[in-house]
């Protein structure tokens, strides 16, 4: 078992910046993958950038050159970095870990509002 706790969302300017932690517990032996998703009221839950044993950060063509995932192994805590930021990133970050990039484990994600 792995449990996940998000923190940083909060409410934001367009153009500002925000920095999510996702800080893990638990059994970490069929864990590859870490990643933030987020979903906006009304849509689909959607990734937005993953790290795993194989690829070290991955981002979602619509956070590339904005986001930034990253990862502290020794606390195993996992950070999203997120500059720019649009008034459509707006929605509830969630952290996940995994076999592979689809989460066998849920945070209970963290709310991340950017106004305009």
């Known amino acids: 078992q792995v449990q996940l706790v998000e923190s940083g969302g909060t409410l934001v300017q367009a153009g500002g910046s925000l920095t999510l932690s996702c800080e893990a517990s638990?059994?970490?032996?069929?864990?590859?993958?870490m990643s933030w998703y987020r979903q906006a009221p009304g849509k689909q839950r959607e990734l937005v950038a993953f790290?795993?044993?194989?690829?070290?950060?991955n981002n979602a063509d619509s956070v590339k050159g904005r986001f930034t995932i990253s990862r502290d192994s020794a606390s195993n805590t996992v950070y999203l970095q997120m500059n720019s930021l649009k008034p459509e990133d707006t929605g509830n970050y969630y952290c996940?870990?995994?076999?592979?990039?689809?989460?066998?484990?849920w945070g209970q994600g963290t709310q991340v509002t950017v106004s305009s």
């Open positions: 996940g870990a995994g076999f592979s990039v689809r989460p066998d484990y």
């Open positions: 638990g059994s970490f032996d069929n864990i590859n993958a």
């Open positions: 790290t795993s044993k194989m690829v070290k950060a």
